[in-house]
């Protein structure tokens, strides 16, 4: 069974910091990986998504890259704000696409 | 405006009274999942379908039983509530076109049974 890590669990930087948030996943026979947002008691906000085939993804200030081989992916943001204050999560899909496993997310504080 | 939508946002009931709630998109995605949100345990799959009049068990199905009449619904029904099932719960669309099968989700239902 897929097992997805998430390491820190929890994370507070002073505003303006890059920073790096770590997924690791078990199986490597995965054939995409989400990144999420979440924030207090709302839903999952679509970040990035990279499929199998990718090493990376950019979106703004966001980039995410992809290590099948090693089972990690990372999430860097740049020039945090307190706004990118939330709980990010990482899902991984089996091969099918349509069964995902999700880690316990880290949770972000940038502070003013 | 594309979304998921669930309803009710937020439910209080009693234990072994049948509920469901529904889940629905307007993007005509061929997958629909529900998931629960618990702490410690994050988000874990309960079922999922591929089209209509397809269903499969996720990883924690029990408890729980699902339909898919109609490509846009996708309703989890409990039909005998237990307090283990209070939780969060999201359902989620997504599509095998551009073979991404990116993922949208729901704002989520708040379900507390006592």
């Known amino acids: 069974k897929q097992e997805v890590t998430q390491i820190p669990a929890a994370l507070s930087v002073p505003e303006g910091e890059n920073l790096v948030l770590n997924c690791s996943f078990t199986?490597?026979?995965?054939?995409?990986l989400q990144w999420f947002r979440q924030d207090p008691g709302k839903g999952l906000t679509s970040l990035l998504l990279i499929q199998s085939s990718q090493r990376e993804q950019t979106s703004g200030r966001l980039n995410a890259s992809l290590d099948k081989s090693s089972g990690r992916s990372t999430l860097y943001i740049a020039a945090s704000q307190p706004g990118d204050s939330a709980t990010y999560l990482c899902a991984v899909s089996l091969f099918t696409g349509n069964q995902f496993y999700f880690g316990t997310g880290t949770s972000l504080t940038v502070i003013p | 405006e594309a979304q998921v939508t669930q309803n009710p946002r937020y439910l209080i009931t009693v234990t072994g009274k049948k509920l469901t709630v529904t889940c629905s998109q307007n993007m005509n995605h061929e997958y629909m999942s529900w998931y629960r949100q618990d702490p410690g345990l994050g988000l874990r799959q309960i079922y999922y379908s591929m089209n209509v009049e397809v269903t499969d068990k996720g990883d924690v199905p029990e408890g729980y039983k699902v339909s898919r009449k109609e490509k846009r619904n996708f309703p989890l029904i409990l039909e005998s509530p237990s307090p283990n099932q209070t939780s969060l719960y999201f359902c989620a669309s997504s599509s095998n076109r551009g073979r991404s099968y990116e993922q949208y989700f729901g704002p989520g239902t708040r379900l507390t049974v006592t």
């Open positions: 199986d490597s026979a995965i054939y995409n």
